[in-house]
């Protein structure tokens, strides 16, 4: 799997953070396919997600605001940090590959985020060889 991850970003195999799972679950961290269901993740309800990083974006419309993607073995998580949160947890939020994310949910319709409160690197516990994603500068 590693090696997948090094040549190409991805791998048919496990997915990284499913080696993790177990004491991922013992911090409270849902899989991010339990945010799709708005009986498990209610408008309002706090939840701690993680995942490698696919996308970070800080667009210039959005008045400091940063959107990051995180994909799990289970799917993705549409992370929102308002500016003072960024600058709070900047290091982590542009430098890791793996994160924890504490935060509330926000439903849309079908669409759902995280608005992210605490952040958190995970770089250390998944055994990633490449770690890229698609990022602003």
């Known amino acids: 799997m590693l090696q997948d991850y090094d040549a190409t970003g991805l791998s048919l195999k ?3 953070v499913s080696f993790i799972r177990k004491p991922l679950e013992r911090l409270g961290v849902i899989p991010t396919a ?3 269901s708005e009986q498990a993740s209610p408008q309002g309800r706090e939840v701690r997600v993680a995942g490698v990083v696919l996308v970070r974006q800080r667009p ?11 994909e799990d073995e289970t799917g ?15 290091r982590v939020a542009r430098l ?5 994310a504490t935060g509330h949910v926000e439903r849309q319709g079908e669409v759902v985020h995280v608005h992210v409160h605490r ?3 995970l770089d250390d516990d998944v055994p990633l060889e490449r770690r890229a994603s698609r990022d602003f500068h």
Do not use: K, M, Y
């Open 119 to 121: 952040l958190d690197s």
């Open 34 to 36: 339990d945010l799709r």
């Open 96 to 100: 890791s590959h793996v994160l924890l």
């Open 76 to 90: 993705i998580a549409n992370l929102i940090l308002w500016s003072n949160t960024f600058e709070r947890f900047r």
């Open 14 to 16: 496990a997915h990284p």
């Open 60 to 70: 210039s419309t959005a008045s400091g605001v940063v959107f990051i993607t995180l």
